[in-house]
């Protein structure tokens, strides 16, 4: 075998779709999406609007864009997931008394109660993942890392 033919061997292995890492973190996602849509089905919230609840029940009253700088989120992806979390009575919106260009977030009663039904669904996921809990760490701070180098990058 020449090199022409070498190279264009390595450039279609190369150009597979399961070499990818790209597809090895999307085909993953789907995987997690799916086992969250499960665990959160009782609950009645997607796995976005899950999210957003996690930060809320970390950090109560907060700002709009507080939750998008958490979750990497504008606001034109975050307002519709607001609404419909507003329109299941578990946050409120309410434009900011000190700056009205501020709309701030708030759980209600429900909203935290709802905290408590979702308190094993970390478990549950790490079950689902066959991952100790070392392995689960690392690997998320790998993940962090990746993320923190492809914003550096674009």
Known sequence: MNS????KKVQQTLLRVDQQLCFALYSANLAMHKVYRQLLAPL?????QYLVMLVLWNQDEVTVSEIGEHLFLDSAT?????KRLESAGLLRRQRSRQDERL????LTDEGRALQAKAASIPDAVQCATACDLDTM???KQQLDDLRAS???SS
């Open 44 to 48: 009645e919230i997607t796995y976005p």
């Open 4 to 7: 022409n033919q070498d190279d």
């Open 150 to 152: 492809l914003n550096r």
């Open 137 to 139: 760490v690392a690997l």
């Open 103 to 106: 709309v701030i977030v708030t």
């Open 78 to 82: 975050l307002t519709p997931l607001l």
